[in-house]
């Protein structure tokens, strides 16, 4: 198992940027992929971004293609989201996920472990 801790939320502008933080412990994270999904209040969580074990793929949801980039680092087992231009449709709990494998999946079901969330609110 590997216990994830995100940091990196806060409130920030329209048109700004946050890079989010995903740290994982208790195993190394090599060798999985890595997703982050957002949850706005009253609606589902979906996904934002995932990658294959080496970042080799990634997938980027259509409303945060071109702003937002996710990258890791085995070396540090940290991942990361680099938020950027942000709109008012950004703000939600956003979480990263592990999952166990090395391919990188779009739902939220396929993902093993979870963090805590970081709230990202924007304002206009």
């Known amino acids: 198992q590997v216990q994830l801790v995100e940091s990196g939320g806060g409130l920030v502008q329209a048109g700004g940027s946050l890079r989010l933080s995903c740290e994982a412990s208790?195993?190394?994270?090599?060798?999985?992929?890595m997703g982050w999904f957002r949850q706005a209040p009253g609606k589902e969580r979906d996904i934002v971004a995932a990658v294959s074990w080496n970042g080799g793929n990634a997938y980027y949801a259509d409303s945060v293609k071109g702003r937002f980039t996710l990258s890791k680092d085995n070396a540090k087992n940290t991942a990361y989201l680099q938020l950027n231009s942000l709109k008012p449709e950004d703000p939600a709990v956003y979480y990263c996920?592990?999952?166990?494998?090395?391919?990188?999946?779009?739902?939220?079901?396929?993902?093993?472990?979870w963090g805590q969330g970081t709230q990202v609110p924007v304002s206009t």
């Open positions: 996920a592990a999952r166990r494998e090395p391919s990188m999946a779009t739902m939220w079901g396929y993902y093993d472990d």
């Open positions: 208790g195993r190394s994270f090599s060798s999985y992929a």
